[in-house]
Each structure stands twice: as C-alpha cells, then as structure tokens.
C-alpha cells in the first residue's frame, strides 16, 4: 500500500522525468553515442563476453565497469541502428534511481520534504550538471559516485535493502575512482553501527577501492598513464580554474559570468595571457578560497563543541568536498579544472547549502545561504539548455545514425559519423 504521503513525490518525480526529456527531446528518440561510448561499443563488437566485462582502458588508471555494461548490453541485444539507445537509457535509468532514493528512502541528508524536493531538483537543473556528463555512460562514473555519497545517508530499515543497495555499491566502485572515494565514510559509519547492511555495504566499496587502487598503481608504475593524471604540482592557472567552475560556477552558472565580462568587454583568455590580469585573477580565486576555508573553519569548530547528527552531516559534506576537490586537481588530464572535474564538488556544496539551510533554519545566515540557493536553482534553469552548448543537446545539422548504418550496411568500407562529432 502507497503512502498517502507519497503520491505527491511520485508527481515530483514525474516533473523530474519529463524535464529531464524537454533537455534533450532529440537524445531520448534517437539515441546517441557520446565520447569514449563509441570505443567501448566497437571492443564489445568483436570480444568475448568476459574480455567485454573485464575490459580495462588502461591508460585511464581504473575500470569502467558500467561502461563495459552498457557496451556489452548494446552489441548483444540491441541492433547497430537501435544501439545508442542503450547508453542513453542506463544513464536516465540511474538519474531516476538518484531521484527516488532523495525522494522516497528515509535519509539523515534529506529528513524535510523540502530537502528531498530540492535535493532532487539539484541533481537535475543546477550549474554543475554540465553538457558533458548528460545522458552517456563514460561519464556516468560521476552520477554513480554521487549516487554512492548519497546512500552513505540512507537509513536502511527495510530488510531488502543488503540486497538491492551492496551491489549498486558495488558496480559504482568499480565504474570509477569518485564512489570509491567514499570508502573512508562507509568505513566510519560501520564503526559507528556495527550491523550487518553497513558491514556489507561497507565490504561492497572496500573491494572495488583496493581493485581501483591496484589498477592505477600498476598503470602508474608502468608508465602506461595518459599523459596529465595523477599530476602533483598545483599552477596558478588550476586555481583560477578550479575556483571559477568549482566554487562561482556552481552558483553562478556559464551565462552570467560571461554576460558580465562581455559587459566590461573582458576576454577571459586575454586576461589569463596578461601577467599583470593573471595576478589579479589569481588573487582574487585566492581570496574567495579563503573565504571558503573560513566558512570551513567555524563550521568545524561547532561541529566540536556538539557532535550531534546534524554536525556530523556538515562534516562529512565538507571533508568530501575537500577530498574530491583534492582528487579532481591531482587527477585532471590537464591544467583546466571544468566539466566533468567540476561536477561532483560543485554537487556536494550545494549539498552542503542545503543541508545547512535546514541545520541553521532562521537565522541570517540561513537566509544568506537559501538566496545562493536560489541563484543557483535560478542561473541552472537558465543555462539548462545553454546556447553555447546547444549542439551537444540537439542534433544541429548533424548525421542521422539510422541513415548512417544504412550507407554503412551498403558499403562496409563506409565509416559511420557519430553525433555530435561530425
């Protein structure tokens, strides 16, 4: 029997479905390889089953198990023409199971209907949630490892749940390095309570870490690394980058920003190639993480005088915030922190905004924290179909894939066009 209550979520989470589909009508009817889905598919085309599922891209450092999945799924099931469906659809699928764990499970993140709601919403029309990371698999590894952050907070109080959320766990682990990322808290909270779903849950991250851990060790020590990971020097131009899409982005959106600077006719890479602009840039990203670090700092130091649910919550969003932004600066291909780097701590401060809206509830800074909010849900709606980036969400003059198999089932010689890069 369905909650009276929870008629009302399944409404949200229909709005959510169907504002998912007005961002790219073209992508849910046509299908679409994006990236590196393509190269997956091809490999799963001429492998055995099990070199498809093992198969490890390994000048990445890591598996890619979803992936692997999808590609696997695509070249056994589905047909060339009806093939990019495949990866588009995974991905919406584990969207919809973000949308339903923040609206419908029992959580110490989201307690207030307000919470889950705009919870939900966060993951769907806020800045961090780029072009780049929509509807593909390759980089469904950052959904998946927010998706691990959030079951971090479930209350697990069905007695199905060790056997529906371990192997979510599991597959997210093993699909990237950002779930695994979280194995210290799983580790913490089965201290915490000692109980059977945290010990499997916990068992469930910690395999994947040390399988992760293992391949970027053996790729790192045989040099067979793409150029630019795993980097440990920290350029002036990485803290201007992180704390523009990390930090100002996240509230701020693409299309503000650069309305303000094509106001005062500011070219953003002039400014970068200009010494003097360069110093300016940077010790105004320096001043805004210091700005950051302070707000970190007082939050700690009341987070020590009561550790209670609610303090340990803020803890744990803000060391994450700090770990993952370690991670993406160390772990980024090159100097420029945006796109997929930038989601996931973009992702956990507004978290954090939410979390603290509802802990701090009507004080001014409450308040403060609630109007960035809003900017933030303001500037994404805007930028939710980004002009700049229409082409990555619309077929624009670009190749029909079905009439591209067509030519190629005529001539195998032909090779196919693959949208959005012809």
């Known amino acids: 029997m369905i909650k009276f209550s929870n008629y009302y979520k399944f409404t949200i989470l229909f709005i959510l479905i169907y504002i998912s589909f007005l961002r790219s009508p073209y992508i849910f009817l046509n299908g679409r390889f994006f990236s590196l889905d393509t190269k997956y598919y091809v490999y799963a085309l001429s492998q055995s089953f099990l070199d498809t599922l093992l198969f490890i891209e390994i000048s990445t450092g890591y598996i890619n198990l979803i992936s692997n999945l999808s590609s696997l799924i695509a070249a056994n099931f589905f047909t060339l023409k009806f093939a990019p469906y495949c990866p588009v659809y995974i991905s919406f699928f584990v969207l919809i199971v973000i949308f339903s764990i923040i609206l419908f499970k029992d959580s110490f993140l989201f307690q207030k209907d307000f919470q889950k709601i705009l919870g939900a919403f966060i993951f769907l029309i806020t800045p961090p949630f780029v072009f780049e990371v929509w509807l593909n698999v390759i980089n469904l590894q950052v959904y998946l490892g927010l998706l691990t952050f959030i079951l971090l907070f479930v209350k697990f109080n069905n007695k199905y749940d060790k056997f529906i959320y371990p192997p979510i766990i599991f597959i997210s682990g093993l699909s990237g390095i950002y779930s695994c990322l979280t194995f210290p808290f799983f580790l913490i909270r089965y201290l915490k309570n000692r109980n059977l779903i945290n010990l499997i849950n916990f068992i469930s991250i910690f395999l994947p870490t040390l399988i992760q851990l293992l391949i970027t060790f053996y790729s790192k020590t045989a040099d ?199």
Not at 243 to 269: A, H, V
Not at 273 to 302: A, E, G, Q, R, W
């Open 224 to 422: 067979l690394l793409h150029p630019g990971p795993l980097s440990f020097t920290f350029s002036f131009f990485e803290i201007v980058s992180y704390t523009y899409n990390s930090i100002i982005q996240t509230f701020l959106g693409g299309s503000f920003p650069n309305f303000i600077m094509s106001l005062f006719s500011i070219n953003i890479d002039s400014v970068l190639s200009n010494k003097n602009h360069l110093i300016f840039t940077v010790i105004f990203s320096i001043l805004i993480l210091i700005i950051i670090f302070i707000i970190f700092f007082k939050l700690f130091l009341k987070v020590l005088t009561k550790l209670d649910q609610d303090n340990i919550i803020t803890l744990t969003l803000i060391v994450f915030f700090i770990e993952v932004s370690i991670f993406v600066i160390i772990g980024g291909v090159n100097d420029s922190i945006q796109g997929r780097y930038s989601v996931i701590p973009g992702a956990t401060l507004l978290l954090l905004t939410l979390h603290l809206v509802k802990q701090y509830k009507q004080n001014f800074f409450s308040k403060f924290l609630f109007l960035i909010l809003c900017v933030a849900f303001i500037t994404g709606i805007y930028d939710f179909r980004y002009k700049k980036y229409i082409h990555y969400f619309d077929c624009i003059n670009c190749s029909d894939w079905k009439i591209e198999v067509d030519k190629y089932e005529k001539d195998n010689n032909y090779k196919l066009k693959s949208w959005p890069y012809n």
